[in-house]
T-cell receptor, first 112, second 113 residues
């Protein structure tokens, strides 16, 4: 079992729709969770962080965390073509040392 | 404020050679982390340096090493290159290792022939 799992996609949604990206993780004691966006040929950029159960909203983005189910998601409301990118879920794990474990990413395509 | 810079941006090497990649963090950032990104494995943590000391290390063989200088600039070295080392190598800097302040550089794309 991979430490952080994401569906590779692509996830295709029409412009204006809600895109839902999901991620599961295996380390039960993880406390910090992050979503990064990576445009093709570019480096990742942090868009959301979440540390406690529930929802965290930032503009059109909402991160959701459920530690009991070891599940974290990212919702993008009113999706725009400019949101088309790969979204990486990352979990700060403490197996041996603190390190950020990334999922392989979900490619999102928003079509006009 | 200038972002994270990495040099070189592209590199072609042959098996058995060694390579050194450089990363200059954002001014004031003392932590530098290195990652390898490949299509199959995704983004994998290599190591983190803070104040010239390796603070964390991922699960990579000893052929991968790094160091950090007093000005926080960091280098990573890969010896005895293998075909599987072909990847995008990203460094990220942060103030003190906190992910919320971590910014990635543009990466060095390494191709091993």
């Amino acid at each position: 079992q991979k430490e952080v799992e994401q569906n590779s996609g692509p996830l295709s949604v029409p412009e204006g729709a809600i895109a839902s990206l999901n991620c599961t993780y295996s380390d039960r004691v993880s406390q910090s969770f992050f979503w990064y966006r990576q445009y093709s040929g570019k480096s990742p950029e942090l868009i959301m962080s979440i540390y406690s159960n529930g929802d965290k909203e930032d503009g059109r983005f909402t991160a959701q965390l459920n530690k009991a189910s070891q599940y974290v998601s990212l919702l993008i409301r009113d999706s725009q073509p400019s949101d088309s990118a790969t979204y990486l879920c990352a979990v700060l794990t403490s197996y041996n040392t603190d390190k950020l474990i990334f999922g392989t990413g979900t490619r999102l395509q928003v079509f006009p | 404020k200038a972002g994270v810079t990495q040099t070189p941006r592209y590199l072609i090497k042959t098996r058995g050679q060694q390579v050194t990649l450089s990363c200059s963090p954002i001014s004031g950032h003392r932590s530098v982390s290195w990652y390898q990104q490949t299509p199959g494995q995704g983004l994998q943590f290599l190591f983190e340096y803070f104040s010239e000391t390796q603070r964390n290390k991922g699960n990579f063989p000893g052929r991968f090493s790094g160091r950090q200088f007093s000005n926080s600039r960091s280098e990573m070295n890969v010896s005895t290159l293998e075909l599987g080392d072909s990847a995008l190598y990203l460094c990220a800097s942060s103030l003190d290792g906190q992910e919320e302040t971590q910014y990635f550089g543009p990466g060095t794309r390494l191709l091993v022939l």
